[in-house]
């Protein structure tokens, strides 16, 4: 048995080949000479936002301030203003640090160690460790305490000095939130971070 040809078909197949080959054609490699200052910058450009959207109003690099009203949130390693004028402190939470990275055994919970520094303004400013707490993605919340072995900071940050001290809590490993309550129990800055033992 023969099978017809269907010259329909391969009349189509031919014009989309033709089709194809033209536009391949039309197309061309555009390349640029490191060095031609002016054709890199053209190449890099790009548009500018519609002016319908609002201008950009805030430095997201600015340090933030902190309030029993209106508390701060930002990362660890930020620093945080809370107070105003000349009497307002600097306070910065960096970590946490945890030991056992890379360890073929990543436990559910590890040892966490943050460091605080605390710039004071022009009044002192108490330093207590169960004015901190640490909570984490779960809902628990931790109470860090100053690390054994290490030198106890004063009572209180002198004006227009700084002290840096270890709080140190065991955590699960996960996202976190360090926070500082100045009077006990009203935060006014709180740093995320992540708990990392991988």
Not at 41 to 47: I, L, M
Not at 80 to 100: C, D, H, I, K, M
Not at 138 to 151: D, H, K, N, R, S
Request: glycine letters at 10%; aromatic letters at 6%; one cysteine or more.
């Amino acid at each position: 048995m023969r099978t017809a040809r269907r010259p329909g078909l391969l009349a189509a197949v031919l014009l989309v080949a033709a089709v194809l080959a033209g536009a391949l054609a039309g197309c061309s490699a555009t390349t640029t000479t490191h060095g031609d200052a002016a054709a890199d910058k053209r190449d890099t450009k790009y548009g500018s936002l519609p002016s319908f959207l609002p201008k950009q109003s805030f430095d997201t690099d600015s340090v933030l301030t902190g309030s029993v009203g209106r508390p701060a949130l930002t990362t660890e390693g930020d620093t945080v203003r809370v107070g105003s004028g000349a009497a307002a402190a600097l306070v910065t939470v960096t970590g946490p640090e945890v030991p056992g990275e890379g360890l073929p055994y990543q436990a559910g919970a590890t040892t966490c160690t943050w460091t605080v520094t605390i710039k004071a303004g022009s009044t002192a400013v108490a330093v207590d460790p169960r004015d901190f707490s640490s909570s984490d993605h779960l809902g628990a919340v931790y109470a860090p305490q100053f690390v054994a072995g290490q030198p106890v900071p004063p009572a209180s940050v002198a004006p227009h000095t700084t002290t840096s001290f270890e709080l140190r809590a065991v955590m699960v490993v996960g996202e976190g939130l360090m926070r500082w309550a100045p009077d006990g129990a009203h935060p006014v800055a709180s740093w995320d971070f992540e708990v990392e033992n991988d």
